[in-house]
Nanobody, 124 residues
Framework: QVQLVESGGGLVQAGGSLRLSCAASGRTFSAYTVGWFRQAPGKERELVGGITGSGGSTYYADSVKGRFTISRDNAKNTVYLQMNSLRPEDTAAYYC?????????????????WGQGTQVTVSS
């Protein structure tokens, strides 16, 4: 069992930055790939990006590539989502999720554990 807790969301102006954190319980956190997803009102939950257990591989959606960076500190059981050059269209609830897969799976159904989400609002 893995419990995930996101933090770091908030209100920011367009062009600004935020760093989200995903803190996990469990002693085998490094065995889990972690994905970051977001869901805007009326839209489906979409993958923003993810990082494999060792941190050796990352994936980013085209919409955030070059602006967002995912990293992890397995000693702290934490994965980070650094978001720069934020745009109003980045406004959404952001969720982290974990899976035992050795790659960054694209679909929500591939993830076993989810955090409760943190809201990011970008004003224009």
């Amino acid at each position: 069992q893995v419990q995930l807790v996101e933090s770091g969301g908030g209100l920011v102006q367009a062009g600004g930055s935020l760093r989200l954190s995903c803190a996990a319980s469990g002693r085998t956190f490094s065995a889990y790939t972690v994905g970051w997803f977001r869901q805007a009102p009326g839209k489906e939950r979409e993958l923003v990006g993810g990082i494999t257990g060792s941190g050796g591989s990352t994936y980013y959606a085209d919409s955030v590539k070059g602006r967002f960076t995912i990293s992890r500190d397995n000693a702290k059981n934490t994965v980070y989502l650094q978001m720069n050059s934020l745009r109003p269209e980045d406004t959404a609830a952001y969720y982290c999720a974990s899976t035992r897969r050795f790659y960054v799976a694209r679909s929500t159904s591939s993830y076993d554990y989810w955090g409760q989400g943190t809201q990011v609002t970008v004003s224009s």
